[in-house]
């Protein structure tokens, strides 16, 4: 079963936002959480993450324009994008902080920045 099921990316213009969920498996007010980046040519890299006591934290890149969150009555986690860019396009997943790829994985939800 996968663990983690995003959503909510799709094509958006430049300057604009988006809101991703991501309905988890497991108990996300026990760990650490994190929504990572991958985008052709780069790594999958952590973008915002949110302490197990809900502090959150920012990529510099990111920072001032995304905003975690997560309803932990439900175990779903969410990334407000603002303000988008074509440097944030790409395949967006959520999982634990420090998830590694022998972890699951799920299959994320593609964000495409572009006029």
């Known amino acids: 079963q996968v663990p983690f099921v995003e959503s909510g990316g799709g094509l958006v213009q430049p300057g604009g936002s988006l809101k991703l969920s991501c309905t988890a498996d497991?108990?996300?007010?026990?760990?650490?959480m994190a929504w990572y980046h991958e985008t052709i040519g780069k790594a999958r890299d952590w973008v915002a993450t949110?302490?197990?006591?809900?502090?959150?934290n920012y990529q510099y890149a990111v920072r001032g324009r995304f905003t975690i969150s997560r309803d932990t009555a439900n175990n779903i986690l969410y990334l407000q994008m603002n303000n988008l860019g074509p440097d944030d396009t790409g395949v967006y997943y959520c999982?634990?902080?420090?998830?590694?790829?022998?972890?699951?994985w799920g299959k994320g939800t593609l964000v495409t920045v572009s006029s």
């Open positions: 949110i302490t197990s006591v809900g502090a959150p």
């Open positions: 497991i108990t996300i007010e026990n760990y650490a």
């Open positions: 999982n634990r902080r420090y998830a590694s790829d022998a972890d699951s």
